[in-house]
């Protein structure tokens, strides 16, 4: 059946961009909002919007059973998740269908086992994807985690089963170590996700961060290009571009031909992003996880291929069958995010809410702004500190990082800190103008010997 209402379960950016995919396909939208987003952007252009809750997440945005409620009382046949909050919900994935709704997503039971770290590794081992060297699932208790490390070698890396984003995760340099953090880092997993199941893996010194984007209609699988995700700070993205600088074709090849081999295993159905990092010592790849859900930074890969994936995402859960294949996906040029965060980046990027007094986008030949802030608007200090997803686009990387630095120097943002002067000292760092950088970078090596090293 068409899809002919869609209630969005998000806000931000993401939720005024499912919003205008909506209104591209000529579908109806209905905002859920909570109380602190009364005056978004998003509740404004939807074509009707309402409120589920308190300001606080818990009271609003992950009440599966109030946002599902609010879809029926609206007349919506859809559900749009977006990113974060409950997009990687299984059960919420579930609730949907059960209430007579369409997912705009993945299958619950692909969702539910590409959750578990864990399982997803052992997934990618039957499709022949690789994995660093580690535990074959969730280590019992910490002489369990030891033995596995004697076996592959110290450093090694503590990870949340159930986890992302940094939580649950501890580098470990020997075994009196590891017996002193892996109850520790099970508690922390267990408070953060539900669950303190724990697995080991071979700690690599310096990687970088490469993502491949797939997308499927539970049939058939393409994947649509890499993004390089290296340059971060605690785990969390700053910077994303593609192609990747590091990246030859041959590696190209064979990186995205394992993220759609490992898509196929589980029938994949709708976008999702296959994570990876790469040994810059020897430039071998390894599996990290499935990410199933829309990225934060798809406008990248939107940006090379000229492909809309969240209409596509609507197409597919309407029961069309992918317009995509492979041979039809092209690309061409290079395209940067550099995410503009309320945040103080010289006191370790700490959020700052507040007014915005002032709020001016670049506009010009290859430039995109993807978000939700205007003039006057109060930013809720209950959520992210994501302002605005600045996107370049040029015919060559220097091109699009000639336009990224223009539309740097054209914002005009006053009454919160932002990271845009962060930005503008990154694109002159000779490290990431050659290509040269990895997932520590900005600790070890931009703000080495920096006060602000030992926040990052």
Known sequence: MPIKKVLIANRGEIALRVIRAC?????????????ADKDSLPV?????????????????YLKGSTIIAAAKE?????????????????DFAEECAGAGLAYIGPQASIIRVMGD??????????????????????AADSEAAVEVARSIGFPVLIKASAGGGGRGMRVVKNEDELREVFERASHE????????????????????????????????????????????????KLVEESPSPAVDEAMRERITTAARRLAERVNYRSAGTVEFIVDTATNDFYFIEMNTRIQVEHPVTEEVTGLDLIKEQIRVASGESM???QEDIKFFGHAIECRINAEDPDKGFMPRPGKLEEF?????????????AYPGYVLPPYYDSLLAKVVTRGQTREEALARMRCALAEF?????????????????????LEGRVHTRYLKEEMWAGHPMQEML
């Open 23 to 35: 209104r591209e396909l000529g579908i109806g939208s209905v905002q859920a909002y909570s109380s």
């Open 44 to 60: 404004r252009l939807a074509d009707e919007s309402v409120e589920i809750g308190g300001p606080q997440a818990t009271e609003s």
């Open 74 to 90: 609206f007349g919506a046949d859809a559900i749009h998740p977006g990113y974060g909050f409950l997009s990687e919900n299984p």
């Open 117 to 138: 770290k864990a399982a997803a590794r052992r997934l990618a081992v039957e499709a022949g994807v690789p994995v660093t060297p580690g535990s074959d699932g969730p």
């Open 189 to 236: 997993a267990a408070v953060a996700f539900g669950s303190g199941a724990v697995y080991v893996e071979k700690y690599l010194d310096k990687v970088r961060h490469i993502e491949v984007q797939v997308f499927g209609d539970g049939e058939r699988v393409v994947h649509v290009g890499e993004r390089d995700c290296s340059i971060q700070r605690r785990h969390q």
């Open 323 to 325: 317009s995509l294949y």
């Open 360 to 372: 001016t986008v670049p506009l010009g030949p290859g430039v995109r702004v993807d978000s939700h």
């Open 412 to 432: 005009q943002i006053t009454g919160v800190p932002t990271t845009i002067g962060f930005h503008q000292r990154l694109l002159n760092e000779p490290a990431f």
